[in-house]
């Protein structure tokens, strides 16, 4: 009897500790392969979004720089900005 209980011990608690694993593994291998807005990569990702009931419903792919010059070359807003010139101490006397 103690050896069913022992048994019926171990299955109850590796069931959340396996899935906690899947899940992880998974997770990173989604975040590595930047596909959590596609098709799962592998049997693994399936099983994992299977598991955690995950659709992908409404998540684009984000924009990588590559495909928008916007982001690889980002302009100061104001001429400004980017004038390195130091301000001139008048301007920064405290009116009394």
Do not use: Q
Request: no cysteine; charged share 15%.
């Amino acid at each position: 009897m103690i050896i069913l209980l022992t048994v019926i011990a171990i299955v109850i608690t590796g069931v959340p500790l396996t899935a906690v694993a899947l899940v992880t593994v998974a997770s990173r291998r989604e975040e590595t392969a930047r596909s959590i807005a596609g098709r799962a990569p592998g049997p693994l990702e399936g099983a994992a979004r299977r598991l955690l009931a995950f659709h992908a419903t409404g998540i684009g792919r984000p924009a990588a720089a590559a495909a928008n010059p916007a982001l690889a070359n980002p302009v100061p807003a104001t001429p400004a900005a980017a004038d390195p010139t130091p301000a001139d101490p008048d301007d920064l006397a405290l009116a009394s």
